[in-house]
Each structure stands twice: as C-alpha cells, then as structure tokens.
C-alpha cells in the first residue's frame, strides 16, 4: 500500500479549493492548492445568483431559527419565574377585617413545608395591578380589590399544592390558591406554536433550496454532458461523477451558508440599534424583552445559526448528489 | 474476451444498421474493423464500449452479459477497455497532460504515482512539449495523439480505436500503429476501425468488415 506522500492527495485540499473562491485558493501556499485541475469547472456550475439565493435562504433560516430560539429562551424564563411562585386570593367581600385575615393566612403559609417566603400585597400594590387596565384613578381605592398574597416555593422540595389548597379552603373563607399551571399552560402552548410556526418556516426554506439547486444540478449536467460522457468513457462510475458535481455543490452551499448565517448575526446584534433608529423607546424595549427576553442571541442562538450553515450545505451536497444519481440515471 | 451472438441494432424505429453480427475477440488478437462510409463501424464500436445496447442478440464482455449488468457494473468493465474516438473528445478546459490521467485519475491513483508515466507517454507520442497546452491551441494530428495516449494509458485489456490515423500524416500514423502493436504484444486486444487500406495492409491481422450491416471475417 503506497503512503500518502504528498499534502494535496489528502480530501480535505481539494475541499479548501471547493469552498474558497478560486482567486482565494490562488493566493494559498502551493501545497494547499487542490493538484489537478478540476474536471468539472466552476464556472460550469451556478453563477452568483444560486450562491444569492442559498445566502437569503440560509439568512431566513437563521433569523427564524434564532427567533424561535430567543423566545423558547424567554418562555422557559417566564415559566421557571411562575412555576416558583403561587398567589394567594383573599375575597374582601363579606370580610371586614380584611388586614387580620391577610395575616391570619400568611402565618399560616409560612408555615408549611416547601414555602420560602410569603409576601403579602398591599392595597395599593393590588390596585397597581389593575392600573394597566383601569388607569390609574381614585376610584380603585373605592372598589373590593380582591387581595393577594405571593408565596414562593422550593422548588428542589415543593409543598403539596393540593394538600394547601384544601387545608386553605377548610379553615379561611372566600380564600383561593392560584398556582399558575393555566399560564404555564398557555406559556407553552404560545412556544409550541411558535415553534411549530418556525418550523414550518425552516421547512418552506430547505424545500425553496432544495427546488434552485435541484434546477441548478440539472441544468449543470446539461452544460456538462460533454464532460459527463468522456467520465463514462474513461470508466468513472456514477460516484464519481456524482462526487465532481457535489463537491462544488457543498462548497458554494458553505460559501453562501456563511454569507447567509453572517447578515443574521449581524440583524440579531443590530436588532436593538434598529428598534431605536425605528423610533422605538424605553416602552418599545421593554416590550422587546417582554417578548424576546433580552433581545440578543446568546452564544446557544449563534451555534444554532453555525446548524443552519450545516444542514444548508448538506442540503446543497445531498440534493446534487441525488440529482446526478437521478440525471445518470435517465442518460443510462 | 468479447462475444457477439447474433447481435441486431436499429436506431428508434429506422432500419436494422447491424444485422446477425456474430464474432469474437480472443485476448490478445489484433483485428482491424471496416467498411464503406455508414456502414455501422462506430455503432459496432459503441456496442463493444456498451454506449449502445442490442435491440436483439448477446453481447459477453470480459465474459460477463451486459444485458444482466448493472450501470456501475459496466464502469468497471470500461475501465478495462481504452477507446479513441474519431471526434477525439479531450475535455478542453484540461491540458494535454491532465486529460492523457484522466483514466487514472478516475480509477483513484495518486498523481505522484503515475505523473512520470503520462510525461514518458506524452514524449514518445511526439507531443513532450504540448504537454500544458490546452486542446484548442493542438493541431487535430495532436489532437488525435493526445486521445490515444489517453486510451492506452491505463494499459487496456482492450483496445478500440475509431480512425485513430485519420488525422494524422503517415509517419506519425506508422509511429501510433507501432504503439498499438507494441500494446498488443503486452497482452492488450485491439480493434482498429479504419478506412485506410494502407495501414492494414502493414499488418497480417484479421479483418472484420461490415457491408449492408452484416460482418464477414477475412484474414489475410
């Protein structure tokens, strides 16, 4: 068996001068550049606007998968902040000492097993509540304000919700115990269906690419066919045929998945400079958060974008290998 | 090596250009194929090359039927097989020297191992130095010397050659027959499609000559 005596026998040179453009791969050091020429031009293959194409694509791709990436983050926060924390709701009607029974219930909570802290709520603080909803007006302080009572939990040993609930109504009237599953629940099923949303997205894109480099790997072997004849000829099998055309296939889905996967990184670092010079304030910010937590991608959101480069070029890779295999398969 | 057996080809729905064609090549022969222009040398050609199938009869090559072989199957039987066309197909965008590998490269060999063997073939086919010429820039006699340095590079276990001295003149053609010969000394079988009388008449070899699609063996 002969060694590998040379650097350019090794797979990995001839890939390099796939992927890099050819006035690149010119200025490397000799023994990087791919030896022979190759037998499939380039220039043969797709021109710039497929390499276009596959960019906006892959650009698409990322900001929905970053999206959906922030607000599954966001969610997750939302849900771990309620899960660790249950709401006590006292009924002022028919109470006329409203302030003993509120603390009558919460020395009661504390002492429970799992419960870390209870803090009652003022008036004000339940009027403040409604503001949103009713302005912020003198005549809540006239209104039965129904009051509340936050209780936080361990969430390493949790109490036994049921067992409180029911102690709670068994020994204080018109008390009630909220612990926010229904939000949990809605909480998740908005992630659910914005994931489902990103994906249907994610799979209109990869069908998009996969229809243009479908187009592209059949009008290359049109161009080609020549080429693809004296392969035949001189024995190549359908392998390799399939290997000259799929190499600059991954090596432009690489190229465009980076041009692609780079504007979505810099949108995502931009996002926040864009809400301002959109008009956006404070308010708009906030409500940004809201929805997106913090807004930026952490470094999780960029790897998933680096995913998105790699499926797109196994895409680009798998998809011309199939439409050669296909394409042969019809000239047989 | 090769067998027909009652072998018929009709292009669509046209008449029959090859009709009951039945020979064969044993390893090692030399035979010269030809005929009047038309009379279905190439197609015989791209039938022995599996470019072609029969629309009726049996082709054996290397012992196998090609009827029953899959299309990576007869890759690797042509591998074994080196053809010159009369078009001389080079790839133009590859030079002289890269097309004459092409063969090798295909079969996976590194450039290292047979570079000097394509220089050395190149030199004695009388194109040394056109080795980094591209083929648009060659003459069609060089055209043609480069087509059958890469047929025979891979040491064939057959040779077919369409009109391989059509293009050139008659001491280089005198040089490319030597080549052949000297190929079949090595073992390789050759089938030479030519017109040219005087070139066959240089050599005791069977004739295989078709007229109104029909083969009949002469041997001189």
Not at chain 2, 91 to 101: C, G, I, K, P
Request: aromatic share 6%.
């Amino acid at each position: 068996m002969s060694a590998v005596t040379d650097i350019r026998d090794y797979p990995w040179t001839t890939l390099l001068a796939a992927i890099l453009p050819a006035r690149l791969t010119a200025l490397l050091p000799k023994r990087f550049q791919a030896a022979p020429s190759q037998i499939v031009p380039s220039a043969s293959i797709a021109g710039n606007a497929l390499t276009v194409v596959i960019a906006i694509m892959t650009f698409l791709a990322c900001l929905t998968a970053g999206g959906v990436y922030m607000i599954n983050q966001s969610a997750q926060a939302w849900v771990d902040d309620i899960a660790s924390e249950i709401t006590v709701e006292l009924d002022p009607i028919n109470a006329p000492d409203i302030e003993k029974k509120m603390t009558l219930v919460s020395l009661f909570l504390a002492k429970q097993r799992g419960i870390t802290r209870v803090k009652p709520l003022t008036a004000d603080d339940s009027a403040k509540l409604l503001e949103p909803w009713l302005g912020s007006t003198a005549a809540l302080s006239a209104l039965p304000i129904p009051r509340l009572i936050a209780v936080e939990i361990d969430r390493s040993s949790p109490p036994d919700i049921e067992l409180i609930k029911t102690a709670l109504t068994q020994n204080f009237e018109g008390v009630t115990l909220d612990d926010h599953r229904r939000w949990q629940a809605e909480i998740r099923s908005i992630t659910r269906s914005a994931a489902l949303g990103g994906i249907a997205v994610l799979g209109l894109v990869a069908a998009a690419t996969i229809a243009a480099i479908i187009s592209a790997t059949r009008s290359a072997m049109a161009s080609n066919r020549e080429i693809i004849e004296v392969l035949h000829f001189v024995g190549a099998n359908e392998r390799f045929i399939s290997g000259e055309f799929e190499r600059h296939f991954l090596g432009l889905g690489v190229r465009a998945g980076l041009m692609g996967a780079i504007a979505a990184a810099v949108a995502f670092l931009l996002l926040p400079f864009a809400m301002y010079l959109l008009g956006g304030g404070v308010v708009t910010e906030a409500e940004t958060r809201r929805l997106l937590g913090s807004g930026e991608l952490d470094i999780g959101g960029y790897l998933l974008c680096a995913v998105v480069v790699v499926v797109v070029a196994g895409l680009c890779m798998i998809t011309s290998r199939l439409g050669v295999f296909r394409v042969l398969k019809s000239y047989a | 090596m090769i067998r027909f057996d009652n072998v018929g080809l009709r292009y669509g729905s046209g008449p029959e250009i090859l009709r009951d064609v039945t020979f064969h090549v044993l390893p090692g022969s030399f035979h010269f194929l030809t005929g009047p222009s038309g009379a279905g040398k190439t197609s015989l050609l791209r039938l022995l090359f599996m470019s072609l199938r029969p629309t009726r009869g049996l082709i054996f090559v290397f012992g196998e039927n090609v009827a029953d072989l899959p299309r990576n199957g007869r890759a690797a039987l042509r591998r074994r097989i080196g053809i010159v066309f009369q078009d001389f197909r080079l790839l133009d965008h590859l030079t002289t020297w890269e097309n004459v590998a092409l063969p090798l490269r295909v079969m996976g060999r590194r450039e290292s191992d047979y570079a000097e063997d394509v220089t050395d073939l190149l030199r004695w086919v009388g194109l040394g130095d056109r080795i980094n010429a591209y083929p648009e820039i060659l003459s069609g006699g060089e055209k043609q010397r480069a087509a059958i340095a890469r047929a025979v590079i891979g040491r064939p276990e057959l040779l077919l050659a369409d009109e391989p001295t059509g293009n050139v003149d008659p001491a280089i053609g005198n040089r490319l027959l030597r080549l052949f010969v000297e190929l079949n000394r090595l073992g390789t079988s050759v089938i030479i499609a030519t017109h040219d009388y005087a070139l066959m008449d240089q050599l005791e070899a069977p004739r295989l000559m078709l007229l109104d699609g029909q083969l009949q063996v002469s041997t001189p």
